[in-house]
């Protein structure tokens, strides 16, 4: 199978840290590759969200010690919550701790109401703080050891850094997204190792690729470069009443998910990758927003992927 298919959760909404535990040994055992979540503070939309959010970073450390071979990370961690030089020691430790599993999602950050929440400052203008720190966070990863990094910018100064620790992996894997036309296509060429697409309308998918396709080329790298992944909701059932069960479980229409997600039959949920697979995407990452329906895992593990082999 050349489709790789990664899970993708929703923490903020409602999850203990025993909860996302579950969910990524369950991932782990039945072969998806990764474990990724959200780094949120604050419920979204409809819910209370309790028992309240998890810290992604911390989470992803627990579970850097609690599984083996699933890799890890945030899709994506917003650059107003951390500075990049912690963020670089946060994410290189995370990575040590499990092993050389890890990789980073970095966005602007969107959602005001959290930082109000929390006392996070919001700036009305965050791209350029997202490109330092993504200029920050590798230069600092990438500095041979024995030398120093120093990096002096409009949001951030950094003087004579040791530049440590160091991941444990030769690359930190580095995920940028977002639907700038220029700007956001050529900061994840000259960053990122993979470009994801957050929720696309699935006719889009492939026009953007070749976007970003167009924005490597122009900074003199191969297409094949680069991932492109798309991140859709996933609600499946072995027929029509348990995936309906499912969608109400979500709180979803069964119509809507089937026009936006991967969702709907087995049957249907096989052709859905498929056709993302055939649009250029090489890599899904299903967000599963029960985190208790363990049993969703499996199916999608025992039926759906074997049909893309």
């Keep these: 199978m050349s489709l790789d298919l990664r899970i993708f959760t929703e923490p903020q909404q409602g999850a203990s840290y025993d909860d996302q535990l579950a969910l990524a040994r369950a991932t782990e055992e039945l072969g998806f590759s990764a474990f990724f979540r959200s780094d949120h503070y604050l419920a979204i939309g409809d819910g209370d969200g309790l028992p309240g959010p998890t810290d992604a970073w911390t989470t992803l450390a627990g579970l850097a010690r609690e599984t083996t071979t699933v890799r890890l990370g945030t899709l994506v961690s917003s650059a107003t919550f951390r500075h990049p030089g912690v963020l670089a020691i946060q994410v290189a430790q995370v990575d040590q701790m499990s092993g050389g599993r890890v990789e980073l999602g970095l966005g602007t950050g969107w959602f005001q109401a959290e930082h109000a929440a929390y006392g996070i400052p919001f700036p009305d203008k965050r791209f350029g703080i997202l490109e330092e720190q993504l200029a920050v966070v590798t230069g600092l990863w990438g500095t041979p050891e024995g030398e120093t990094f120093s990096h002096a910018g409009e949001h951030y100064t950094l003087t004579d850094s040791p530049a440590l620790p160091k ?143």
């Design 167 to 309: 991941p444990t992996q030769d690359r930190i894997p580095v995920i940028v997204g977002g639907g700038g036309p220029r700007r956001t296509p050529a900061l994840a060429a000259r960053f990122a190792d993979e470009y994801n697409q957050a929720f696309p309308e699935i006719d889009t998918i492939g026009p953007r690729i070749r976007v970003i396709e167009q924005a490597l080329a122009d900074a003199g790298r191969g297409a094949d470069s680069m991932v492109q992944s798309a991140a859709l909701v996933v609600a499946v059932g072995k027929n029509e009443a348990e995936f309906a069960k499912r969608a109400a479980a979500i709180g979803r229409e069964p119509a809507e998910l089937r026009e936006h997600g991967v969702a709907g039959t087995v049957a249907e949920a096989a052709d859905r990758l498929r056709d993302l697979e055939k649009a250029g995407v090489s890599r899904v990452y299903l967000q599963v927003l029960d985190l208790h329906d363990l049993d969703h895992l499996d199916l999608l593990a025992r039926e759906v992927r074997p049909q893309l082999d």
